[in-house]
Structures are given as C-alpha cells and as structure tokens.
C-alpha cells in the first residue's frame, strides 16, 4: 500500500512537472523574435501604426511594438 501511494505521488509530481515545462516553451514562444504585421492586423488588434515614425511600429493594442511592414 505504501509504494502505491509513493508512485502515485512519483507520476503526480512527473505530470506536473511536464505541464510546468510545456507552459516554459510557450511563454519563450510568444516573447520570441518580433514578427512583423501589417497596418490592418495593427488596427484589427487594438493598435495604431505609426508608418510615418522612425522604425515603423504598432503603437498599443496586442501588437505593440511590433514592426509594420
């Protein structure tokens, strides 16, 4: 009964080790190269892009600071 409760407690802390690392890699995704996006996925996600500015970027919304091509 013992080594049934410590394995239990073996594959637990595995899965949820496993989930913690899977989160890890998705968050290194999404905060990895700037992508670039055009002036209607700008504005579709909440934002304005600044064409005329030095670099071209998307000011605000869920593409800030993205460069606008």
């Known amino acids: 009964m013992r080594i049934r409760r410590i394995l239990a407690a073996v594959i ?39 064409v005329n500015e030095a670099g071209n970027y998307c000011k605000g919304g869920m593409y800030d600071g993205e460069q606008v091509d």
Do not use: D, M, N, R
């Open 12 to 50: 637990a802390t595995a899965a949820l080790a496993g989930f913690g690392l899977t989160g890890a890699a998705t968050a290194a995704t999404a905060q990895g190269a700037p992508s670039v996006v055009t002036p209607s996925e700008c504005k579709q996600g909440g934002g304005t892009p600044a």
